[in-house]
């Protein structure tokens, strides 16, 4: 029988939920325990595919297609698992799933209420993760806020989740903000007493809480938390801000969490293997050797938006033992002559041009490849910044003026980038794009290759346009090579620029599969370029 570990949120949101739940999960599977993680959104959306990144970050891709909430990509870095659209549950998928059922006449004869029709599908989906995954615990994270309307659902659900699966099966963790004013320096509890309240007024009592303050807990905080909660003051652990996210199971396990969490669950507390953790820690924190990365993009106000590709920045990093600095350029203040294409080149060590759909900030991204280009800059282009980087190759190198990609201008002369065949018939936008993992077949020789070291990859994508191959004879004669190709369909995956010291443009997103001790082979060959100037 599975355990289950839910953990909810109070104070406001972003507070950190994610990375908590993350690393609660590290620490049962660093005790040898298998473990998968679900993280529940309250939005009316089916999945986070339609969604602007500054609405809800990045869009994180499953291997089986799915478009998910961020935090899955937490869920996998910490855990070094491969999740699924299964382990994100929406407030769409579950409406939808119980009207569907009603319009087919599954409840004949019964009043549809979210009471129990709602709240049982929410726990048959949270069971299903558990059957499928045979995990000996499920993480479930419930997003935003205790209080919030929409959340109340699945809240009652996990309550019911608690009496049926009996105590010694679930763990219940709030995670609630304890914030440090800044007039007085004076740490408050209050907000974390009044989220507890919440939380037991709907029926749940926290078996731990976890504060998260810009420091540690003070012990009078503790004891007052704890007094309030209806806790022994050893269930109340500190979450404090750290300079890595990678530490924050470390300063928990410090603290004794994951044996709290063991015999909470009635497992046994085997000794954690976090040596290969710490090591990797260690060497983001004292690495001194700055290495300087120009991101360019269009979403450049909320980081978020691109966080696997951060976090796949920071592997690769650590790997080569260097610290990465990121240097932000927004690709719609290039476009409009606010900051010089030439600015990012001069300023950075390498360049990667940024995913993102649309004409917004496009020309602003071609004009910095186009530096990129003439300065032999190491440069990597990621999906939308791949196809861009098509079209900069078309216009500046193989002389095909006014080349485009049918996205920005349909009537362009040249489509160097295209539609995808069967993307031309689609009527509804979510979850109909290229999803998902696709193997890719590399060519010998390149640079992409030599990099990856294998024959065959695999990587994941998320994507309506292609490479024209009807122009792949006159890119080619002008020096850009294909380096991989879809080994299903034979698509454009990877080209790089000949004679260009490190030029490669990556259809798939290679930032989904980093791991924190297994780095991407692109990014790690782009910092080591960096590294020689």
């Known amino acids: 029988m599975a355990k289950y ?53 990045e869009v994180f891709v499953t291997e089986d297609g799915g478009e998910t909430d961020l935090d899955l990509g937490h869920y996998e870095r910490f855990l070094d698992v491969n999740l699924s659209k299964r382990n994100n549950i929406t407030t769409g998928q ?51 806020t205790v209080g919030d309307i929409e959340g109340l659902p699945f809240l009652e659900a996990i309550r019911q989740m608690g009496l049926e699966e009996g105590r010694e099966n679930t763990l219940f963790v709030h995670v609630a903000l304890a914030p440090v004013l800044s007039s007085t320096g004076e740490q408050k ?14 029926g749940i009592q926290p078996d731990m809480i976890i504060a998260r303050s810009s420091r540690p807990l003070e012990e009078e905080a503790r004891r007052k938390i704890a007094l309030y909660a209806n806790l022994p003051p050893q269930a109340v652990f500190s979450n404090p801000d750290v300079d890595v996210i990678y530490e924050v199971p470390l300063v928990l396990e410090e603290q004794g969490v994951g044996s709290f969490m063991a015999r909470r669950l009635g497992l046994e507390d085997r000794r954690p293997r976090l040596d290969r953790w710490r090591e990797f820690v260690n060497t983001l924190k004292e690495a001194s050797v700055e290495v300087k990365i120009g991101m360019v993009g269009k979403y450049t106000r909320l980081r978020d938006s691109y966080m696997s590709i951060i976090e796949a920045i920071k592997h690769s990093a650590a790997l080569l033992k260097v610290k990465p600095v ?29 995913p993102g759909f649309g004409k917004r900030g496009a020309e602003g991204k071609i004009a910095v490849i186009k530096k990129a280009i003439e300065e032999d800059k190491p440069f990597l282009g990621i999906c939308f910044g791949m196809q861009l980087a098509v079209v900069a190759i078309a216009r500046y190198v193989a002389g095909l003026e006014d080349a485009n990609t049918t996205e920005i201008d349909p009537d362009t002369p040249h489509p160097v980038i295209d539609l995808l065949e069967e993307q031309k018939h689609v009527d509804r936008l979510g979850g109909t794009m290229r999803l998902g993992s696709y193997p890719i077949r590399l060519i010998h020789g390149t640079l992409v290759h030599k990099l990856y070291g294998s024959e065959i990859v ?76």
């Open 5 to 57: 570990v839910f953990v909810t949120g109070g104070v406001l949101s972003s507070v950190g939920k994610g990375i908590t739940t993350a690393s609660l999960g590290l620490l049962l599977k660093a005790r040898g325990y298998s473990v998968t993680a679900v993280k529940i959104d309250p939005y009316i959306n089916v999945d986070a595919g339609t969604m602007n990144p500054y609405m809800h970050g």
């Open 94 to 144: 579950v409406y939808l799933a119980v009207i569907e059922r009603e319009r087919r006449g599954d409840y004949l004869g019964q009043t549809v209420q979210v009471i129990p029709h709602i709240t049982n599908e929410i726990k048959d989906r949270i069971r299903e993760v558990a059957k499928t995954t045979g995990s000996d615990v499920v993480l479930v994270e419930i997003g935003g």
């Open 189 to 202: 509890t209050k907000p974390v007493q009044h989220s507890v309240q919440e939380l037991r007024r709907i």
């Open 326 to 354: 990121l240097k932000w350029y927004e690709s719609t203040d290039i476009e409009r002559n606010r900051i010089s294409p030439s600015t990012p080149i001069e300023e950075s060590d390498a360049i990667i041009v940024l």
């Open 458 to 533: 695999s990587e994941r994508h998320r994507h309506r346009f292609e490479v024209n191959p009807k122009y792949l004879d006159k890119l080619v004669a002008a020096g850009m090579d294909v380096s991989g190709y879809s080994l299903r369909d034979g698509r454009v995956e990877f080209i790089e620029l000949r004679g260009h010291r490190f030029f490669i443009g990556s259809q798939p997103h290679p930032e989904f599969k980093s791991r924190p001790m297994k780095p991407s082979p692109l990014f790690t060959g782009l910092i080591s370029t960096a590294l020689e100037r």
